[in-house]
Structures are given as C-alpha cells and as structure tokens.
C-alpha cells in the first residue's frame, strides 16, 4: 500500500513536501516514482528514483525544482517541490516499480491514491 500526503494549495513561488508511505512490499526492493495528472490531460511522469537512492530521473519540466529522494529505513519516499508555478496543478501519484528506476507508467505495479497539489497565480 502506498499512502501519499503533504498536498495542499500554495502560491506561484512557494514550495511543498510530499510524501510517500509504503507498507506491505519489501520497500528497498522498489524502484519509485511521481506521477501527476492535471484536469483533462493524461498522467505524466514527473521523477523516479532507482531503489539504493543512488540515480534520479526528472521530466524536463521540473528539473532544477523538483527534488526525489527516499528513506529505505522509513518505507518513505519524498518529492520536494520548490518554485512552483500553475501549470504544476495536479493530483500527484507514488508509484513503486520492481524493476529498475523508469519513466514510463507502465513498469510500475503499485500505486497510490494521490494528493492534491494546486498552485494559484
């Protein structure tokens, strides 16, 4: 089970934390990843991490403000979110993947409920 929390409605500018819970897999086995889908578009990739935390991947969207990392001790996964603008409005998704880290939302076999993340202007 995957359990994301830490959304919430901030101004253009401004940061926030989300996180992810894992319990019920082997979390240090899992590749994971963020996912979001804004209102009337498709779920996108938005960065993954390989399962020791030692290799990254962002959308060129978010690269530079975006920040994943993990915590295998915790079960956790973070996405840390700096300088955010409007078009970063979405429901954003953890994603765990027993492969190796990847972009396409295919190779991940669980997923979470999702948080909202709305930036105004």
């Known amino acids: 089970q995957l359990v994301e929390s830490g959304g919430g409605l901030v101004q253009a500018g401004g940061s926030l934390r989300l996180s992810c819970a894992a319990s019920?897999?082997?979390?240090?086995?899992?590749?994971m990843g963020w996912f979001r889908q804004a209102p009337g578009k498709e779920r996108e990739f938005v960065a993954a991490?390989?399962?020791?935390?030692?290799?990254?991947s962002y959308t060129d969207s978010v690269a530079g403000r975006f920040t994943i990392s993990r915590d295998n001790a915790k079960n956790t996964v973070s996405l840390q979110m700096n300088s955010l603008k409007p078009e970063d409005t979405a429901v954003y998704y953890c994603?765990?993947?027993?492969?190796?880290?990847?972009?396409?939302?295919?190779?991940?076999?669980?997923w979470g409920q999702g948080t909202q993340v709305t930036v105004s202007a």
């Open positions: 994603a765990a993947n027993a492969g190796s880290i990847g972009t396409k939302q295919y190779v991940y076999d669980y």
């Open positions: 019920g897999l082997t979390f240090s086995a899992y590749a």
């Open positions: 991490i390989s399962r020791t935390g030692s290799t990254t």
